[in-house]
Nanobody, 117 residues
Framework: VQLVESGGGMVQPGGSLRLSCAAS????????MSWVRQAPGKGPEWVSV????????YYTDSVKGRFTISRDNVKNTLYLQMNSLKPEDTALYYC???????????WGQGTQVTVSS
């Protein structure tokens, strides 16, 4: 199993970024996938999840209306469109596979998002 994030960078407040997570080594379409972030000096924070099957999505309150999670089961890729970015969105963003018992069983290496003027 391999998860490789990309698309991070530095952006001004109010800007946008689109993160991607390329998945391989497993049947991507069969798994619920999630984005998790970790800000400097803080613990991991769940950001969003997209279910397999019906593609239902959920978001943490702080990103609702600004972030959109999506997936392309043909390209085996997970996305996170981030709009109206705020300095408090600065973090290392990870994609993670949700395995048995709703636990994250595989993580990518992370991609850094920095929101600063």
């Amino acid at each position: 199993v391999q998860l490789v994030e990309s698309g991070g960078g530095m952006v001004q407040p109010g800007g946008s970024l689109r993160l991607s997570c390329a998945a391989s080594g497993f049947t991507f379409s069969s798994y619920t996938m999630s984005w998790v972030r970790q800000a400097p000096g803080k613990g991991p924070e769940w950001v969003s999840v997209i279910n397999t099957g019906d593609g239902t999505t959920y978001y943490t309150d702080s990103v609702k209306g600004r972030f959109t999670i999506s997936r392309d089961n043909v390209k085996n890729t997970l996305y996170l469109q981030m709009n109206s970015l705020k300095p408090e969105d600065t973090a290392l963003y990870y994609c993670a596979r949700v395995g048995s018992y709703s636990r994250y069983d595989y993580w990518g290496q992370g991609t850094q998002v920095t929101v600063s003027s």
